[in-house]
């Protein structure tokens, strides 16, 4: 996926974080966090052997994005003090 792709996936992986764990980050927050999210449920996934969703676009590396983007949002709020909702 190049540059423009991973944007566009990350700040709807993002985006759809931010609505599922109702926390108010804006937009760039989104795009960070949705493409931060991605690489590191990657990095995660590729230290158990994981593969066979690394294709250009598809929906795994969505959901991959998403899950990566909420387990950034409870840190975030670990460290911020804040109970995980």
């Known amino acids: 996926?190049?540059?423009?792709?991973?944007?566009?996936?990350?700040?709807?992986?993002?985006?759809?974080a931010e609505k599922f764990m109702k926390?108010?980050?804006?937009?760039?927050?989104?795009?960070i966090l949705g493409?931060?999210?991605?690489?590191?449920?990657?990095?995660i996934l590729a230290a158990f052997d994981v593969v066979g969703y690394e294709s250009t676009w598809s929906w795994a590396y969505l959901i991959v994005g998403f899950i990566g983007a909420c387990l950034l949002i409870a840190v975030?709020?670990?460290?911020?003090?804040?109970?995980?909702?």
Request: charged residues 10%; positive net charge.
């Open 1 to 16: 996926m190049g540059w423009l792709g991973a944007i566009i996936v990350g700040g709807l992986a993002g985006w759809l």
């Open 23 to 31: 926390s108010d980050m804006g937009v760039f927050m989104n795009i």
């Open 35 to 43: 493409i931060i999210g991605a690489i590191v449920l990657n990095a």
């Open 76 to 85: 975030f709020r670990m460290f911020r003090g804040r109970s995980v909702r």
